[in-house]
């Protein structure tokens, strides 16, 4: 029984291993031109927003 238990961790290991390569080897994702630049706009957009509302650039609390 002990040696059972011993072998259930390089298995457990091995499959978790398998697993992430799996997840590590899977083709990106498609950036066409039109939603790449669509991501871009809303990543500008959003900084935007972000700094506006910052004000000043002073900590708030000083």
Known sequence: MAAL?????PVVAAL???VWAGWA???????????????????????ERSTAAGGSGERVGE
Do not use: G, K, V
Not at 5 to 9: E, F, V
Not at 33 to 38: C, E, G, Q, R, V
């Open 25 to 47: 080897a899977r083709p990106p994702r498609s950036m066409t031109d039109p939603s790449s630049l669509a991501e871009h706009q809303r990543f500008l957009a959003a900084m």
């Open 16 to 18: 978790l291993a398998m």
């Open 5 to 9: 238990a011993w072998l259930i961790i």
